[in-house]
């Protein structure tokens, strides 16, 4: 049996050269070996004769090495080796190029299995570079597949690979192992039977040399399952840890609300009341909810998140809205005064530039004495702010807009006890938490990445919002669309522009950089793009209008007073960075205009066309494309069918994999779980197996091998 914690330097056939470039890889032991994983198989299952062979196909032939010469180019320095291969059929000539090596291993006569391309050239039909394996008499067979080959016959796998360590060097390393490995199974027999599951040894052998794509398939299927059941279960053991913590009972006063809500300036869609209730249900547990809000904006979610405030206050609870910017606290100040009307309850808002007590401006530190005493009821304000310095009186509830997801770790940093709760000896009592976004989340991911969270979805749109027309505009189209820019700004109506967003030379930097370097760059580039876009535009496109432009290298302050300005229509068009992506409401806006917008992904198009169609006005949605390239403008048309936020979300994920989501690379999620994020059924086994198994064993303690994988994965996706 082979030790799978064996260091591969151990094993005969890796020299001290190629351990530190499989450590590149992350291989490290023997399980690393067998547990990387091909990437995609070359298909060589038809074993073709001779005579079969068509050019320009891949062709898997056995047969018998007839004639073998070498050759050398001097000029070229190139060494060319032709080989005449026969079978009953027929004989194919096949060319090696620098690979004088070949002539001594395929003598005349020696029985071989090639897989490459058919070419023909004006001497006729010849093999190219094939792959090539010396087979014995038994494998010399035109059943198909090919069992027992490495390189050649039947599915291949193609590894993913770094320098020096090609495919073929992996499967010489990984084939033998494969032949007497015994992985110890950390899913239980029941659940292997019950799914019909193949055994974990029999699944790494059939990954790395499936008989057929079926046969990967179940593999894979199996192998990914194992990752999805750790993750539900971790899901699970965090939802249980956050139920032992203790919250404030905000009981549910259905007069209450039904008279609030009966005031309010508008019906409240089903869908409102279904988020409002589930929220009003969670508030009356004794521990905390932990709630995620989705709904495309105008959706009207904070309306639905101050109906939990307002209860909240009516049992004499403070509660918290933070948003991520100030343009946006300022909004959902504004709102929530409106929407509170005479409801007599008071309103802070805090921000890094300003403080405010219901109408009046005030010093912050007399608002955060304010707060201290109890004497505000909702505070609004953004992150930085509220985390720092603020002591609540007896804070019950947070709302965090547009934050797509905060983990418990962080959830605990964030909030401190109420001081009420640390005057009755309470430490553990944690406010309520609803998060917001606007960002739809697919299916499938809230079911395995966000499975710890309970969410709440706001399909259906206020009444009063009209459809929103979209189109893609072409270069050639750009001259028309501007005129009819101009057309709207001149009949009164506003626009915005989006600037391209950027990309990093290396992205990856831009997610790790820990310096904040990198993020840096790509504000400062923005910036740039955006003031030359504002050049541009305010120069020679549109020099009779009134151009503003707001990015990410401003100061809070400044970006204030231009939102603003715009709302209260000093200007024609906006251009900005993806910043207004998140909230902005300005009703007497009509066009969103998108330069580049290739460069964006569907639900982030589909949230910069939610800024606009907020009023009365029919609106436009204009995404401009510099590329002529078809597919990715064939990806934006989905855009013009369709305005379900849910449904494009869904579509991005298909079309651009769900690495590209949020939180989906932070989530720790292996590559074969991640790829089988498409596969709702399977999510959904795991997550009853998750169930059913802490049920009866809570701690796991009967199911060792599933701990001890567990605890290393927790491990793992601690320090992400
Ligand atoms: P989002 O979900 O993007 O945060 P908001 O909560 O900002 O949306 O709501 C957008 C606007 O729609 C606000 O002006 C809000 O008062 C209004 N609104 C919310 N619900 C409704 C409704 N049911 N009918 C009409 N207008 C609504
Ligand atoms: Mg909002």
């Known amino acids: 049996m082979t030790d799978l914690s064996l260091p591969i330097e151990k094993l005969k056939s890796v020299g001290p050269r190629n351990t530190p470039r499989l450590a590149k890889l992350g291989i490290n032991t023997v399980r690393d070996l067998l547990w990387h994983f091909p990437a995609r198989y070359e298909d060589y299952s038809r074993v073709v004769s001779i005579s079969e062979i068509e050019p320009g196909q891949k062709v898997n032939i056995q047969g018998e090495v007839l004639k073998m010469s070498n050759r050398m180019i001097f000029p070229k320095r190139m060494s060319i080796t032709n080989a005449l291969v026969g079978d009953e059929t027929g004989a194919v000539k096949v060319v090696w190029f620098n690979q004088p090596f070949i002539a001594n291993s395929l003598k005349e006569g020696t029985l071989v299995s090639l897989a490459g391309k058919a070419n023909l050239d004006k001497h006729g039909l010849y093999l190219s570079s094939p792959t090539y394996e010396k087979i014995t008499t038994d494998e010399y067979s035109f059943t198909p597949p090919a069992g027992g080959l490495t390189h050649t016959g039947g599915l291949i796998p193609v590894y993913p690979e770094t320098e020096g360590v090609t ?88 007069d209450l609300i039904q008279d609030f809500i009966s005031r309010l300036p508008f019906e409240l869609t089903r869908d409102q009341k279904v988020a409002a209730w589930e929220i009003l249900k969670d508030l009356e547990k004794t521990y905390p909810m932990n709630r995620l809000m989705e709904g495309d904006v105008g959706s009207g979610k904070t309306v639905v998140a101050l109906i939990g405030a307002v209860q909240v206050a009516k049992n004499g609870n403070q509660s918290v809205f933070m948003a991520p910017t100030e343009v946006l606290a300022n909004q959902h100040f504004r709102t929530i005064s409106e929407l509170l009307g005479n409801n007599f309850l008071n309103i802070g808002l805090l921000t890094g530039s300003e403080a405010r007590f219901n109408s009046q401006k005030v010093e912050k530190i007399n608002l955060k004495n304010k707060i201290a005493r109890g004497e505000v009821d909702i505070i609004i304000g953004t992150h930085a702010v509220i985390q720092k310095d603020i002591n609540f009186k007896n804070l019950a509830f947070v709302v965090l807009d547009e934050q797509h997801r905060f983990g418990v770790a962080q959830r605990a940093a964030l909030v401190k006890p109420s001081s009420r709760a640390q005057a009755e000896g309470n430490k553990e009592i944690v406010p309520h938490l609803l998060s917001m976004t606007a960002t739809p989340i697919p299916r499938t991911l809230s079911l ?37 820019i101009r057309n709207e700004v001149n009949s009164g109506r506003q626009v915005f522009v989006i600037c391209p967003r950027i990309e990093l030379a290396d992205p990856t930097k831009e997610v790790r950089g820990k310096n904040g370097q990198s993020k840096m760059n790509v504000l400062w580039a923005e910036a740039k793009a955006v003031q030359e876009e504002y050049k541009k535009l305010s120069e020679e496109v549109f020099p009779d209008l009134k151009v503003a432009m707001l990015h990410g290298k401003m100061k809070p302050k400044e970006k204030t007073e231009i939102m603003n300005n715009f709302k209260d229509k000093k200007y024609g068009i906006l251009v900005s960075t993806s910043v207004v992506e998140v909230g902005v409401d300005i009703q007497n806006a009509t066009i969103m205009m998108v330069e580049n917008s290739e460069r964006f992904g569907l639900a982030q198009l589909h949230q910069f066309r939610g800024r606009v169609g907020r009023g009365e006005y029919q609106s436009y949605c204009l995404l401009f494309s510099s590329t002529p390239d078809k597919n990715i403008n064939q990806r934006l048309k989905a855009l013009v069918d369709c305005d379900d ?27 074969l779980a991640m790829a089988s994020l498409a596969n709702v059924e399977l999510i959904k086994r795991a997550r009853l197996e998750a169930r059913l198994l802490l049920k009866d064993d809570s701690d796991l303690s009967n199911h060792r091998l599933l701990k001890e994988k567990l605890d290393s994965f927790q491990r793992l996706t601690h320090f992400e």
Do not use: C
């Open 448 to 484: 395995t990445i966000y499975g710890d969270l309970d969410i709440s979805i706001i399909k259906e749109k206020p009444k009063n919002r009209q459809k929103i027309i979209t189109k893609t505009i072409s270069p050639l189209q750009r001259k028309a669309a501007y005129k009819f």
């Open 645 to 671: 936020g849910f449904e494009l979300a869904e579509k991005d994920m298909t079309i651009r994999g769900p690495g590209e989501f949020f939180g989906v690379k932070q989530s720790g999620l292996p590559d």
């Open 167 to 254: 495919s073929k060097y992996l499967r010489f390393l990984i084939k033998p192992l494969l032949k007497d490995m015994e992985a110890p199974d950390p899913l239980p027999d029941e659940i292997i039977k019950k799914h019909n599951f193949l055994s974990l040894s029999e699944a790494i052998n059939k990954i790395h040399y499936p008989a057929d794509n079926r046969e990967a398939e179940t593999a894979k299927e199996r192998l990914a399952f194992d990752d999805l059941l750790l993750f539900q279960l971790k899901a699970l053991l965090e939802r249980r840890k956050l139920n032992q913590l203790k919250s404030v009972r905000v009981k549910f006063d259905k």
